[in-house]
Nanobody
Framework: QVQLVESGGGLVQAGGSLRLSCAAS????????MGWYRQAPGKQRELVAA???????NYADSVKGRFTISRDNAKNTVYLQMNSLKPEDTAVYYC????????????????WGQGTQVTVSS
């Protein structure tokens, strides 16, 4: 069993900052890429940022220069530092991780967190 638990969402004024965390736990052999997605009301879920196990990163154009993704491989945790937040960043943010489990290391499974609400007021 593997779980992803997110924390750090909340309400912030435009221009403010938030830091999201997502910790993976359970029968984890290794974690490949980890990432953050978001879904605003009435819109499709979209990739915000991703990071490989080696530290290479990828960002959506809309957050480049404002958001920073990082990870602590020893803690199986990924972070999203969000600065200069805008009302259009309001969404539920989901953590994602591609994980190999003990007992089935040949396969990579995609896991999702439960989501955390980020609301940016104007």
């Amino acid at each position: 069993q593997v779980q992803l638990v997110e924390s750090g969402g909340g309400l912030v004024q435009a221009g403010g900052s938030l830091r999201l965390s997502c910790a993976a736990s359970g029968s984890i052999f290794s974690i490949n890429a980890m990432g953050w997605y978001r879904q605003a009301p009435g819109k499709q879920r979209e990739l915000v940022a991703a990071i490989t196990s080696g530290g290479s990163t990828n960002y959506a154009d809309s957050v480049k220069g404002r958001f920073t993704i990082s990870r602590d491989n020893a803690k199986n945790t990924v972070y999203l530092q969000m600065n200069s937040l805008k009302p259009e960043d309001t969404a539920v943010y989901y953590c994602n991780a591609d994980i190999r489990r003990y007992g089935s290391t040949s396969y990579v499974y995609a896991y999702w967190g439960q989501g955390t609400q980020v609301t940016v007021s104007s």
